[in-house]
């Protein structure tokens, strides 16, 4: 991957990145090409907010930016537009962008998609040795189709290496459980991720440990109300 700010980028992809959003003044979106970081910026950000599905195309470039500021709001904005378009050049920013900063935001924007690709690429991103983008990432995971993702955020509750990682784990853990009944194979591993974690050297790992194990209990009584009360008719 070509550096931001490097030579080669300078010469090859900069260019390139103008030309493309030179072509955006004539669909209404001129100030993606402005040679100020600072516009960019706020353009990238209002396409965003309006909702704006035609900009995804010129919004994707922008990931490519030499601004690291313009690109973490066009990861920003691919992320509220929610178009599948936008899933690849999100996975390879999260996993190629030097500037965690952009990583983070390309982590909480995949958590609004589903899918194989986007639980892998936030299930390694999660193993990695930032604390920030791999916390961002376990919360992503906890939003990206439930119950594709519960494995690996047990596993991540139990056996990471980075605390941080750990606690954001058992957080989207808990969240998980306040609104579904996993079987009763999945609460016993979360029992037992959360367990470990409740005997861990950080207090707010263990902290989150024990809501965790809260949360287990109450889905086990949900579960077994529904039992009691028998079948709905």
């Known amino acids: 991957m070509?550096?931001?700010?490097s030579i080669s980028y300078k010469v090859i992809v900069r260019p390139l990145l103008i030309l493309f959003l030179a072509g955006a003044a004539n669909?209404?979106?001129?100030?993606?090409?402005?040679?100020?970081?600072?516009?960019r910026m706020r353009e990238a950000q209002r396409l965003g907010n309006e909702l704006d599905r035609e900009s995804v195309p010129y919004l994707v470039e922008l990931l490519g930016d030499e601004s690291a500021g313009v690109r973490v709001n066009a990861a920003v904005s691919l992320g509220r537009l929610g178009s599948e378009e936008a899933v690849r050049p999100l996975i390879r920013a999260l996993k190629e962008d030097p500037s965690p900063a952009v990583r983070v935001m390309a982590a909480q924007a995949l958590g609004g998609f589903r899918g194989e690709s986007v639980i892998e690429a936030l299930s390694e991103a999660a193993g990695g040795e930032d604390e920030l983008v791999g916390s961002a990432a376990v919360r992503a995971l906890g939003r990206s189709g439930r119950e594709e993702a519960m494995e690996k955020l047990i596993e991540k509750a139990g056996r990471s290496r980075v605390s941080r990682v750990r606690e954001a784990a058992l957080d989207a853990l808990t969240e998980i459980l306040e609104s579904e009944d996993p079987d009763e194979d999945t609460l016993n591993s979360i029992d037992r991720a959360a367990g470990r974690a409740a005997r861990d050297r950080n207090p707010q790992v263990r902290e989150a440990a024990d809501k965790a194990r809260s949360g287990v209990e109450r889905s086990r009584e949900r579960r077994e109300g529904q039992q009691e009360r028998g079948p709905q008719r």
């Open 27 to 39: 669909a209404g979106y001129e100030l993606l090409g402005s040679t100020e970081p600072a516009v």
């Open 2 to 5: 070509l550096k931001m700010g």
